[in-house]
């Protein structure tokens, strides 16, 4: 057992102010305390038919997010329908899955309710922060641990025997404790609070998108003629759109065209100059960089070929949601046979167009269906697509609308990744001593 929980810290020069202990190396003023003097397991089944039970919230695994602590879904034994036997828990207590440990799926509740006979509520014991379990149960050691121990036929679980051979490495003072809980929590709730401002960034430019590229919404620099009067609409092929807009096909006003693959088992093809694009790169969405290179030898003995920068590259086909993706490479590159590169002309911009059709991802996917065997778009059905096109001039306003939102959301995009990678990060430091939210004694 010392085996599946020794952080391998032994045989290692010991800093001063630790200690080595059976799970490695810990702060002096630390303890390696067995799972049972931490934490109880609430035991006791009750039947969620009756009442006050049937109306309390009913907790299940599914109602947990993977990992983070969070709680997805909130409703009561009798809207959920249940019949069987389930735990009580109480505020203060974690509700932890015992089943599929992998997933990491722990809350701590803040309210009385109920949880499936697929968890464990844990109740602290005295002396024992509450909100310190949760990070305990969802940190590294004791998930790998419960992992190692739950695997077996059928669906993975770990039982009472084995979480009572688990140690907690746990601070002394419970002050110590309840700062690290409070840090952990605080950066939880940050995430919410940016993946919620990033949900809003998101939809706000799925409305924008669905109203200036159709036109339904107008800039105010472009809704009047020049005599004061507000222009109208007229009825076109895609619909009611502006009066001094046009609708045209992809065909009549550009042209475009396919790439190919060099053979890869040929090493004299790769590893070259030439940057060539794969159709999964698609989702790069602004291409500055590819990973694969081809050589001349390369591009001379397939049908790939160069594209100038600034052309909008759309999927042809490819796993998952490649097909039907948008994307526009910011450098002249090469392309493989699944996507087509179209050429925006000079009355045309490109960002205007990349952002039209990236909000007609689901309508190319359905053009899709059917045709070509594995229901790849091709260039007939490219070239044939309609699109409605302001002037250039609102084009260009249009397109620089919609990227400022892009700038936002990649902005708090990365904000929240780097969010999470500290709180990852400062888990693993604080759950081991490593950094220090308190003075020693």
């Known amino acids: 057992m010392v085996d599946k929980q020794q952080s391998g810290a032994a045989g290692k020069g010991v800093p001063a102010g630790f200690k080595l202990t059976e799970v490695g190396v810990i702060p002096e003023d630390w303890e ?15 039947s969620p038919i009756c009442e006050p039970y049937s109306s309390m919230t009913l907790i299940a695994p599914d109602h947990i997010e993977t990992g983070t602590g969070r709680l997805i879904s909130k409703k009561s034994a009798k809207e959920q329908g249940a019949i ?13 899955s015992k089943i599929r440990p992998y997933l990491r799926k722990a809350i701590y509740a803040n ?35 419960a992992e190692s121990v739950s695997v077996r036929s059928g669906i993975p679980k770990i039982n009472r025997t084995e979480i009572a051979d688990f140690l907690f490495v746990i601070p002394r003072q419970r002050e110590e404790q309840t700062a690290i809980a409070n840090v952990l929590f605080d950066t939880e709730a940050l995430i919410a609070a940016l993946e919620q401002i ?11 998108m ?31 759109i502006p009066e001094d807009w046009v609708v045209t096909n992809i065909g009549q006003f550009t042209d475009c065209c396919a790439g ?5 088992k040929v090493s004299a093809y790769w590893g070259g100059t030439h940057p060539w694009m794969s159709s999964g790169e698609l989702h790069l969405k602004q291409v500055h960089t590819v ?40 450098i002249e590159l090469c392309t493989n046979q699944s996507i087509a590169a179209i050429f925006p002309g000079e009355h045309h911009s490109t960002e205007f167009l990349f952002y039209n059709l990236d909000n007609r991802y689901e309508e190319l996917r359905s053009l899709s ?54 709180k990852q990060g400062m888990m693993q430091e604080l759950l081991t001593g490593k950094i220090r939210l308190i003075e020693r004694n």
Not at 32 to 46: H, T
Not at 113 to 125: F, H, T
Request: hydrophobic share 35%; aromatic share 8%.
């Open 32 to 46: 390696v305390v067995p799972f049972f003097d931490v934490v109880s397991i609430v035991s006791g089944q009750i």
């Open 84 to 96: 069987s036997g389930k735990y009580v828990f109480h505020a203060g207590d974690t509700i932890y």
């Open 111 to 145: 309210f009385d309710g109920l949880c499936s006979a697929d968890m464990y509520p844990l109740r602290p014991k005295e002396g024992i922060e509450p909100k310190y379990i949760l990070p305990l149960v969802l940190g590294n050691r004791f998930s790998k641990y």
């Open 198 to 208: 990033l949900a809003k960034k998101q939809a706000i430019k799925t409305a924008a």
């Open 210 to 240: 669905q109203q200036l590229l159709t036109g339904k919404t107008r800039l105010p620099q472009f809704a009047m003629w020049e005599d004061g009067t507000t222009k109208g609409y007229k009825k076109s092929e895609l619909g009611e």
């Open 260 to 264: 190919g693959t060099p053979g890869t």
């Open 291 to 330: 990973a694969d290179y081809i050589t001349d030898e390369g591009l001379a003995n397939s049908s790939t070929k160069y594209v100038p920068k600034n052309s909008v590259l759309v999927g042809l086909a490819g796993q998952g949601k490649t097909r039907g993706t948008v994307a526009i490479n910011r």
């Open 369 to 422: 269906t059917g045709d070509g065997g594995r229901g790849g778009l091709n260039l007939t059905i490219i070239r044939k697509l309609h699109l409605a096109f302001p002037p250039k001039e609102e084009q260009t306003a249009i397109a620089a609308i919609l990227s400022d939102i892009d700038e936002d959301i990649q902005t708090l995009q990365q904000r929240l990744n780097k969010t999470r990678q500290l």
